[in-house]
């Protein structure tokens, strides 16, 4: 599986941004996609996952602010931010797991204040 992200980008706090995944290659029918951020000096985090039958799982941090979405068709998932603060600043990584674990390459959003 490969996975190539886009969408990141500098907005002002209160902005949106909206980040996008696809996948190709031997997609499993059973599978977790998912959104993780590294800020500067801090481990990576999660930030949003979401199942093949569409069961979602947010971070605190951001529940009512992004939400994740999938196309199955497409093999797509997508991560709508609003509300961005300073505090979401971070590479955003694209993750799809099955048997496999694979990582995207990531994605930087910057919120200025």
């Known amino acids: 599986v490969q996975l190539v992200e886009s969408g990141g980008g500098l907005v002002q706090a209160g902005g949106s941004l909206r980040l996008s995944c696809a996948a190709s290659?031997?997609?499993?029918?059973?599978?977790?996609m998912g959104w993780y951020r590294q800020a500067p000096g801090k481990q990576r985090e999660l930030v949003a996952t979401?199942?093949?039958?569409?069961?979602?799982n947010y971070a605190d941090s951001v529940k009512g602010r992004f939400t994740i979405s999938r196309d199955h068709a497409r093999n797509t998932v997508d991560l709508q931010m609003n509300s961005l603060k300073p505090e979401d600043t971070a590479v955003y990584y694209c993750?799809?797991?099955?048997?496999?674990?694979?990582w995207g390459q990531g994605t930087q959003v910057t919120v200025s204040s």
């Open positions: 993750r799809y797991t099955d048997y496999d674990n694979v």
């Open positions: 290659g031997s997609i499993f029918t059973i599978n977790v």
């Open positions: 979401i199942t093949s039958g569409d069961s979602t």
